[in-house]
């Protein structure tokens, strides 16, 4: 096997066609109207709550901001608890913290690496006001287990979507579960604004509050009612929001044959693992994690450096996990008595590259490689 000219990243972002954009620029221009809910941003939010089929969105400039607001937005008692997982991106639990409330880490389940709600109960205190679990690699929650609690202990749910733009469940959209979800709009997600990010609820009392948080807390020319942020997504993200809209369907069918690729090309290797999308979920095909078993002959990170020396450079997501950080080590809720699960598949999991225009023959490269060193 030879070394790949170029390296291949774990993704490519979706981009719309040059001359689009300039088209779009163009308006901007002309309508000198560049940011603060502009005509686009105001399209981009309506063509979204279609799209995603959710009664409200609210766009931001990041998911970050997004999330660091919905938590902010349900006024959660300062110092109180929120039960989260490890098994994510920082951002999850820097929004915790940075709100002034704190993270409670719970193990994840072992098949779809989402939060165990099996060990959400005993983590629950009489200071647990919420509960923020992370769709992760776009695998749903175990939504109705979740909600039950939450009614059982009157918490808040806040769902980390960033993951799953346009998944469903049951043909109902994961943006519909729980008080709030966020999507990330990042280059590196499916969809994507360049930066960008959105909320969506079904309680529409939470528009203004939400409205009012993203723009500094002013609510009119005299009036300032909340301790705001600045989270306004501008004319610029919000137009190629407008371009990729067009573009993501399509996107998410050439991903599916890469994905359609890689299982058939690995399902066949039994000591690795592929974790299976729940039925009755629509795929987002945002990542394509394999789990790395105690048989294949080498550790994932052996894999991951083999994989990088022929210039494929795959993803060991999540490693470290939040609780390896070091602002989060000293909670009692980061031991590794607590965690086994997420401490373990911390060096198992492996993302491959995944986007639509991976060709087909490098797809083949990367399993061949994979069941080589396996010994396949
Ligand atoms: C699970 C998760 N949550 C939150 C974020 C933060 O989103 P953003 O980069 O849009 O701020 C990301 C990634 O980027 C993520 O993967």
Redesign the pocket.
Known sequence: MKKNEKPIYITQPLLPNLNDIELEIKEIFESKWITNQGIKHDLLEKKLETVLNVPNVSLFN???IA?LTALKALNLPIGSEVITTPF??P??PHCISWNELKPIFCDIEPENMTIDTDKIEQMITPNTSAILP?H?YGFPCNIKKIDKLAKQYSLNVIY?G??TFSTKIKNKSIGTFGDITMF???A?KLYNTF???CLTYNTNGLKEKIYNLRNFGIKNEEEVVDIGINGKMNEFQASIGLLNLKLFKKEQKKRSKIKKLYIDQLKDINNIRIPQMPKNTTDSYQYFPIVIKDSYPITRDELYEKLKKYNIYTRKYFYPICSDYEPYTNLDSSSKENLPVANDLKNRVLCLPYYGNLEFEIAYQICNMIKKFGGG
């Open positions: 990041n998911g970050t999330l994510t991106f951002a999850t992370v992760v980390d960033a993951h990330s709009f990042h590196t930066e960008g990010g």
